[in-house]
């Protein structure tokens, strides 16, 4: 797995016109040594050396006597030292074991830190699902529980009728449909994962599952879906988007009026438009509608750019991205554009 996770330097390579500052900053508080620890992402590390937190290929130094040197662990300390009068920041020490006590086992720690926080994406990587209205209507759907309840749960036995797509299935029930603001485009529906159950047996169009797992109640008419197995990983390699992408923030999730860091928002491009998880967008802040006091016409104002994210899941036609910087509040309706 490791090496799938690219070299450090790459992880955060994105080129130098992406960035407004003519190159990498130290901020003026910066550390001059600091020691990783677990829930740090690479992205939380940059922001503590640099202004500008996607210049850190720039002043990331390997150190070949370190064994795994692109890569970072908690434990691992950070020590900023000055090459040729140029700043760089290099790991100097690896602690791969947490020592206890002499009455509890010591652990490896031997995952690296991702790139991005994953506890704030991976309901969108399992649970979350992006599909057109016609598989979703023609998928079998929940009929009752044992005993004639039409709520239920983990351990509870259901019946559902339609084909089954497999032996292993999801419950899913409708979320969010998703329209382009400009075109007016059906860009997909949301369907929300809320349980998992195996098919035990089968009687003509009627199925019986037994649920595994529930995150929340299963009702009459939820729908069934082949059970997906992702590997889930925040371990992404920040590219620019091959070709020219305008788009919009159509959605957020909490319904928040104020979209900040660490938020994740759909935009309503996906693969479609030649997006890919990893792509790095620069936010727009929509500039204000005002009246000319001369003609009476309303004028819209420039958009000034705002914030940066990263796409982490694209369908066909939007995607879904976590927002990795904002200067100020952002909006739903506020423009995506190539950084």
């Not at 949301?190 to 003509?204: K, L, P, Y």
């Not at 693969?271 to 009246?291: H, M, P, Y």
């Amino acid at each position: 797995m490791r090496n799938s996770l690219y070299a450090l330097a790459a992880t955060l390579l994105l080129v130098t016109s992406w960035a407004q500052a003519a190159g990498p900053e130290l901020r003026s508080d910066h550390p001059d040594r600091y020691t990783v620890v677990k829930g740090d992402t690479l992205w939380d590390i940059s922001s503590r050396f640099l202004d500008d937190p996607w210049y850190w290929p720039e002043i990331w130094h390997v150190n070949p006597q370190v064994s795994n040197p692109h890569l970072i662990y908690p434990g691992d300390e950070l020590a900023l030292v000055y090459i040729d009068g140029e700043p760089r920041v290099t790991k100097v020490r690896e602690d791969r074991v947490v020592k206890l006590s002499p009455k509890v086992r010591s652990e490896p720690i031997d995952i690296p830190i991702p790139t991005i926080p994953l506890d704030a994406i991976s309901s969108f990587l399992t649970d979350t699902r992006i599909v057109d209205q016609e598989t979703l209507e023609g998928a079998p759907y929940v009929l009752e529980g044992e005993d004639g309840r039409i709520i239920t749960g983990a351990g509870d036995k259901i019946y559902a009728r339609g084909d089954a797509p497999g032996r292993n299935l999801g419950v899913f029930r409708s979320s969010n449909r998703y329209m382009d603001p400009v075109t007016g485009e059906f860009l997909g529906l949301e369907a929300r994962s809320i349980a998992r159950g195996e098919v035990t047996d089968s009687s003509g169009e009627v199925l019986t599952l037994r649920l595994q797992r529930s995150s929340e109640e299963v009702r009459i008419g939820d729908r069934l879906l082949e059970s997906e197995d992702k590997t889930i990983t925040a371990r992404f390699q920040p590219t620019a988007p091959e070709d020219t992408i305008e788009g919009q923030m159509i959605s957020v999730e909490g319904g928040v009026k104020q979209i900040g860091q660490y938020d994740v928002v759909t935009i309503n491009r996906g693969t479609r438009e030649g997006l890919e998880a990893g792509n790095v967008l620069a936010v727009f802040r929509s500039g204000n509608i005002v009246r000319d006091p001369y003609t009476d016409e309303r004028v819209e104002l420039p958009s000034e750019r705002a914030g940066l994210l990263m796409v982490f899941q694209a369908y066909d036609k939007l995607s879904y991205g976590l927002v990795l910087k904002a200067s100020r509040p952002l909006a739903l309706g506020d423009k995506v554009k190539n950084p």
